[in-house]
């Protein structure tokens, strides 16, 4: 089964920075666009960033110009930094494949943005 394995979240202020990091196994990695989500409490999982294996990237709007996914395929990770963070950036940040989300989902990384 494969698993995905995310970590670097934690407590920050408003203004403040993350660097999140996920692993994931070599064949769904290579293969796949890889993404962020995120699921805050009472909302829906929604998509934050996606890169192809390539390198082309998207993000939503409501991150644009804060926040940046990045790979290294050699390891098999994807990484997001997080800069200007907001306190409705609060979430379990989770990574999967994108647009379709085939391995099953990891516990998350918690990220909390409060002063």
């Known amino acids: 089964q494969v698993q995905v394995v995310e970590s670097g979240g934690g407590l920050v202020q408003p203004g403040g920075s993350l660097r999140l990091s996920c692993a994931t196994s070599?064949?769904?990695?290579?293969?796949?666009?890889m993404a962020w989500y995120r699921q805050a409490p009472g909302n829906q999982r929604e998509l934050v960033a996606a890169?192809?294996?390539?390198?082309?990237?998207n993000y939503a709007d409501s991150v644009k110009g804060r926040f940046a996914i990045s790979r290294d395929n050699a390891k098999n990770t994807v990484f997001l930094q997080m800069n200007s963070l907001k306190p409705e950036d609060t979430a379990v940040y989770y990574c999967?494949?994108?647009?379709?989300?085939?391995?099953?989902w990891g516990q998350g990384t918690q990220v909390t943005v409060s002063s």
């Open positions: 999967n494949t994108a647009p379709l989300a085939i391995i099953t």
């Open positions: 070599g064949s769904i990695f290579s293969r796949n666009r």
């Open positions: 890169i192809t294996s390539g390198g082309m990237t």
